[in-house]
Structure formats: C-alpha cells, structure tokens
C-alpha cells in the first residue's frame, strides 16, 4: 500500500546535487551498495556529497522504545546537511525514519521541528529517487535472469518503494522478476526485533527463504541491506546444516543490481 506522504509528494526536476546518507548497515556490512549508489548517480551527472559525521538513523532506539536516545542520535544529523539538496538514501528503513518520524521526535522544540520537517521534504529513498527524480532508463546488458524482489516493511508501508523497485527492474528487459506467496509479509529482521526474539525472527526468515526458494528465483534482489543480511544469512545457514557448500539462494543490493546490469562489464560473462 502506497502511503499518503508518497501519493501526495511533488517531484523536483533532476538536481545537479545531491546528499548521501549511506546508512550503518551498508557502512559496515555492504559497502559496495553504497558505493554502487553513488556510481548510478554520478553517471546521471549528479555530484554525490557524503557527510561523513553521519552515524545512524536513531532507528534501532526509536523502534525499541527509547525515543530519547533516538533523538539523541538523530539530532546529530539535523545539521548535516546544510544545502538544499535531496537526500538519498539506499534503504527504505532509513528513509522512512528521517522523513516521517524525524519530525515527531522533535514536535516539542518549535526549532528543531522545523529543521526536521525541512529535513524531512528532502530525503528520499533510492529507487523512487531513480523513477520520479532522475527517470533511469538504461539498456540492459546482462544476460537472461529470473530474479525474486523482496521489499522491507518499512520501505513498502511508509514509503512506497515497493513500487519504484519494481518499475526499476521491469524496465529491464533480460530480468524476469517472480513474486514469493505472501510476498508483503516481514522477512523477520526487524533490527533490535531480531536479536530480542531470535526464535520468532528465525521463523518468519524461514518462511520467507522457503517462499523466494519455491519461485525458483536465481537470486533475491532488495533496496534494504538489514533484510538482505538476515534471507541470505539464513539460506547461507540451511546450506551448511546440508552440506551444501556454494550458496543456493544469493541475494544483492538493487543498487549494485541495477549498476551491474547496466554497464558494459555486465556483458563480460559475469553471472547475471
């Protein structure tokens, strides 16, 4: 379901620059995503800034229940960005923090609201960024693949990037993308959600591996690293209790995807 702040939102014409906020889990864990952002949108001739005193969303708190250590982490992002350029983010997760909570943890200080709301009207997460923004349009140059999308909660619910995934990897024309059963349902990363209640997160993961394995897809392709960490994470850990020892369900950034299949190297014998 496209959410009301995604319906209602005016797009500006394509800047000449825009802010990277990269996100911790791609920081620690994925770097070539947020490297692959930045190369899809320095192709566009966008210049890509990158703060980097940039820490975390404030997040993992604010979903846990403490929205005063929340505002204490995100305060240290309301004076980042300074000039008014869009901020992109490669997660719908984050982009969904800052652009509709941001300005409720600050409701109670009139000028920090309004740097949070103006904060707030610039961010974007990237394949809506890709669709409405920039109108990416590429020839795609991998070979034929069948491919599963797995959108998170968060990205699907509050920003509607569900959508703009989607478009993106249709306009491919060698990818074909297969739906899971039940293919809104939560992959069980959560964040903190996972590591509180690891027996009910591996359940959910589990369903969510059986579902994408079912389609036959090649690999899972997601705009959020958390849920990609946590499918191919859990697929990685069913492969070994089988003695499986090449991985059976992979899983990439649709950055990285989308960059991949569009750029001559992709043509060079590269799995696709």
């Not at 610039?122 to 394949?127: D, I, Q, T």
């Not at 590429?138 to 699907?156: E, F, Q, V």
């Amino acid at each position: 379901m496209t959410t009301a702040t995604h319906q209602a939102r005016v797009y500006p014409s394509r800047p000449s620059d825009v802010y990277l906020f990269a996100t911790c889990l791609i920081d620690q864990f994925t770097p070539e995503a947020g490297l692959d952002t930045v190369r899809l949108l320095e192709r566009e001739g966008i210049r890509v800034h990158f703060p980097e005193q940039q820490t975390c969303c404030g997040q993992p708190a604010y979903s846990s229940g403490f929205p005063d250590e929340a505002r204490a982490v995100a305060l240290q992002q309301l004076n980042l960005f300074t000039e008014p350029w869009p901020v992109v983010i490669p997660s719908g997760s984050c982009g969904g923090m800052i652009r509709n909570h941001y300005p409720h943890l600050f409701a109670d200080d009139p000028v920090l609201h309004a740097q949070a709301v103006a904060l707030s009207e610039r961010v974007y997460e990237l394949s809506e960024f890709l669709v409405h923004v920039v109108n990416f349009s590429h020839p795609d140059l991998g070979a034929p693949c069948t491919i599963a999308l797995h959108t998170s909660c968060h990205a699907r619910r509050q920003m509607g990037a569900h959508e703009t995934s989607a478009a993106l990897l249709d306009s491919l024309a060698q990818v074909r993308v297969v739906e899971q059963a039940r293919i809104e349902e939560c992959c069980g990363f959560g964040g903190t959600f996972a590591m509180r209640y690891p027996d009910i997160s591996e359940a959910i993961v589990n369903d969510k591996v059986a579902a994408i394995r079912d389609t036959g897809a090649e690999r899972v392709v997601s705009a959020d690293c958390g849920c990609l960490l946590n499918i191919t994470g859990r697929a990685a850990r069913q492969d070994e209790l089988a003695g499986v020892t090449a991985p059976t369900l992979q899983g990439e950034h649709l950055a990285s995807f989308l960059y991949r299949r569009t750029t001559a190297q992709s043509n060079t014998g590269e799995v696709a």
